[in-house]
């Protein structure tokens, strides 16, 4: 059973960074053609596609975050990173990690983490 785990402080300042960790067991994130995916829902909206690390190294990113975006990965532990730097509190929502092989970037993505609230303090 494949299961993800997003952790990180739940409380970041006004122009800080945001950093948060996702743990996977029950599949490796380097099995050929997955992907895995940081999405993240602010409330009252529609969840968004933040980027992914691909199973061979690359990273892909959403276009409106990209230049404050970096996603890295940690073979040796099956995890990958999210870093978010100079938020503001629009950046507050709920922050998901999830697996892809394929597929649309949000609706083909299964499963996903339970999620962790970030809230942007200004």
């Known amino acids: 059973q494949v299961q993800l785990q997003e952790s990180g402080p739940g409380l970041v300042k006004f122009s800080q960074t945001l950093s948060l960790t996702c743990t996977v067991s029950?599949?490796?994130?380097?099995?050929?053609?997955?992907?895995w995916s940081w999405i993240r829902q602010p409330p009252g909206k529609a969840p968004e596609w933040i980027g992914a690390?691909?199973?061979?190294?690359?990273?892909y990113y959403n276009p409106s975050l990209q230049s404050r975006t970096s996603i890295s990965r940690d073979t040796s532990k099956n995890q990958f990173s999210l870093q978010l730097s100079a938020v503001t509190p629009e950046d507050t929502a709920i922050y998901y990690c999830?697996?892809?092989?394929?597929?649309?970037?949000?609706?083909?993505?299964?499963?996903w983490g339970q999620g962790t609230q970030v809230t942007v303090s200004s």
């Open positions: 999830a697996r892809r092989y394929g597929g649309d970037l949000l609706d083909g993505c299964a499963p």
């Open positions: 029950g599949d490796s994130i380097t099995t050929t053609n997955s992907y």
């Open positions: 690390s691909h199973y061979a190294g690359n990273y």
